[in-house]
């Protein structure tokens, strides 16, 4: 039986020496290249002290970077990660009646397709980075039943950059009993909503020693880098450009992914509607906030009122 995320905060301090860790795919070590060549259930993308991730299904892959909108690399907690190292699955993940996991009640594991493995051998969270995708639906499955997430991501859109999503869970185990709409659409609040934007971002979600999961795209093929193991949850993880500027993904009350990043000043801040209408001051509802900073990062984030 899981553990509750309180006796993983309080474990954290004494496993400080193995509190993080990451798998970094190597394609080139998989035999892949741009064709598509099958990987068979099982293959091991990489393990550690922490987790194991693997091929969790049969399916061909390919070998492709992560790198979006001008951004090339991720940074976690201070260490670069080179985005354009990446692999990508052919088939889209389906359960056993053939249906999207995403839009059945409740969500229902994927029994095929392009799936990330997991097997977590302490409790803490998982990050998965990935080219992710605003109008696709992602799923995160632990045993079997869909479990809660947080999605980030950068999307270069004309209003704001940054979409900051949280599937709720319910109850102990966290457990996800509705369909999972879109990214965007859980953002915005709005079920019309045709952003249809791709970009660099992490999905999050807690995980239990002795527990497995899978990860995954739906109606299309995760693409995806690695997985970073954190054992409080807490880490900063941001995007770098290849001018140097940052766009700060997550922050979760640590600044020591760059100084220049989580102490910059801002020095303007802008509201819009979610229909990307600029207006004067927050009204009443849902409204984005953009906050451009002294150091040409720019952060934006949904705000009810």
Known sequence: MKKSLLFVAALAASVCVNAQSYVQVNPEGLGLSSDASALTAGTSLGENENFKMYVAFDDSYKSTGISANEYAAFVFDGTEIDANIGMQGSNNPKDANGANPATTTPPSAPVGGAVIGIDALKDGYIYVWAKLS?????????????????????VAAETFNLLDVTVKGEGEFNNVMNPIPWPEVIFTGDEASELKLNGMGVIKFPVFAGCKYLVNACGSKITFGGAWFDAEGDVAVSIKGDAGEFVLLTADGSDNISSAVANADVVATEYFTVAGQQIAAPVKGINLVKQTLANGAVKTVKVIK
């Open 134 to 154: 605003t109008h696709k639906n992602y799923t995160v499955f632990e045993e079997g039943a869909a479990i809660g997430y947080r999605m980030a991501m950068q």
